[in-house]
Structure formats: C-alpha cells, structure tokens
C-alpha cells in the first residue's frame, strides 16, 4: 500500500515550457486534491476533484488545468510555465471512511527559470 | 486573502516545554478543525482533529481547544520533544465545502535539546 504517489519529485522548466505532474492514490479514495505550498503562505487549493469526472477551481486555478484520468489518477499541467509558479505541489486525497482527513503524497519541487 | 490566521510564525522551545500555536478562522461550513505536521522534505500528515460539539481533544501529549464564539482554536504540545520539531499547519473546512479545506500559514516549531 504505497499511498498517495507523485512524479516527478523535482523539476525544472524554462519560462513557457510545459510539463504534466502526476499523482496517484491506491486507497480507492473518491477525492483528490492540488495544492500549492509557498513560504508563509501555507496550503493553497489549486484543483479538487470529489470524484471520477468532476473537477472543481480552488484558491489560485490560473495558469493550470487538471485532468481525473480515473479514480486513481489525478494529473495537473502547465501549458505555458511562469516563474511565480515555482513552488513545491502536493497531491491529496481523501476518503469516505477517514473522516475528511486528506492523505498527502510527498510532493514535487517545481522551479521555473 | 488568508481565512485562517495561525500564529506565531514560528516558535523556539526548549526540550520538556509547552509549546502553543494559535487559530482564528471567519467562516466555515462545519467545525472541525485538524491540525497537520509535516516534517522537511515530506508531505503534511493529519496530527489531531477536533470534531462538532467538543470544545477540546487529548492525544498524548497534543492537545486542541475550541472556542466557538471567538471563532479560534489552538494546538499545545506538552512536554515538547527534538522530535517535535516540524512545521504545523491549521485548517478549516472551507465556507463553500465540507470536503475542501482552508490552512493557516504554518508555524515552525524547533525544539532545542
């Protein structure tokens, strides 16, 4: 039972390149979740997805979109990479039977030059 | 815009001490409020929550208390230990969502031996 895994763990894009970061859970969970971790700005939701097919805006959606491949997988992509998101991503997810606690993977250290 | 405020930013304490983090929220859909730890390098991970109608939770040596009508919560560590040393973050489920999750800014304890 790995959890919540994410790919890649660090990476690093020119200005406008684009990348897709993914993220998978073996927990059968329903949601899963996008965040965005800067210095002294804690969590930010940037996508969430309460199930297979639906995907939903959090706090700071711009400049990304997310794509709930099945009930496992859960990617986001930036099509055209700016320096303000350079910025450590997480993945989450969360299940029925856990009480609205959200698992987190161990994250992806994106800078942009 | 920030709809928790956690402080203090950061907290030094020595080994055995109380250490004492701070919440205040404006709005949210349902009162409960977890705490999570995340460690450098790793993922937050759920630490404690509190749940509707209990004003306060006991977990070893974590404590949350809850006072509804000033909008704020606060996690203690007693006896605080090196191991302890990690960053914690607050939260709220959001005003518009159960499932979607507001966090404070987090707080850097360090324990010193």
């Known amino acids: 039972n790995a959890g919540v895994t994410q790919t890649p763990k660090f990476q690093v894009l020119k200005t406008g390149q684009s990348m897709t970061l993914q993220c998978a859970q073996d927990?059968?969970?329903?949601?899963m979740y996008w965040y965005r971790q800067d210095p002294g700005m804690g969590l930010r939701l940037i996508y969430y997805?309460?199930?297979?097919?639906?995907?939903d805006k959090g706090e700071v959606p711009n400049g990304y979109n997310v794509s709930r491949l099945n009930k496992r997988e859960f990617s986001l992509r930036l099509e055209s990479a700016a320096p303000s998101q350079t910025s450590v991503y997480f993945c989450?997810?969360?299940?029925?039977?856990?009480?609205?606690?959200?698992?987190f993977g161990p994250g992806t250290r994106l800078t942009v030059l | 815009q920030q709809q928790v405020k956690q402080s203090p930013q950061s907290l030094i304490v020595q080994k055995g001490g109380i250490s004492i983090i701070n919440c205040a929220y404006e709005?949210?859909?349902?009162?409960?409020f977890p705490w999570y730890q995340q460690f450098p390098g790793k993922g937050p991970a759920l630490l404690i929550a509190?749940?509707?109608?209990?004003s306060e939770k006991k977990e070893g040596r974590f404590t949350i208390s809850f006072n509804k009508s000033a909008k704020q919560f606060s996690l203690h560590i007693m006896d605080s230990q090196p191991g302890d040393s990690a960053t914690y973050f607050c939260?709220?489920?959001?005003?518009?969502?159960?499932?979607?999750?507001?966090f404070g800014a987090g707080t850097q304890v360090v324990v010193t031996p």
């Open positions: 989450a997810s969360r299940g029925m039977s856990s009480y609205n606690e959200q698992f």
């Open positions: 927990m059968n969970h329903n949601s």
């Open positions: 997805s309460a199930s297979e097919g639906t995907t």
């Open positions: 709005n949210t859909a349902f009162d409960y």
């Open positions: 509190i749940r509707p109608d209990v």
């Open positions: 939260a709220a489920p959001r005003p518009d969502s159960w499932g979607k999750l507001q």
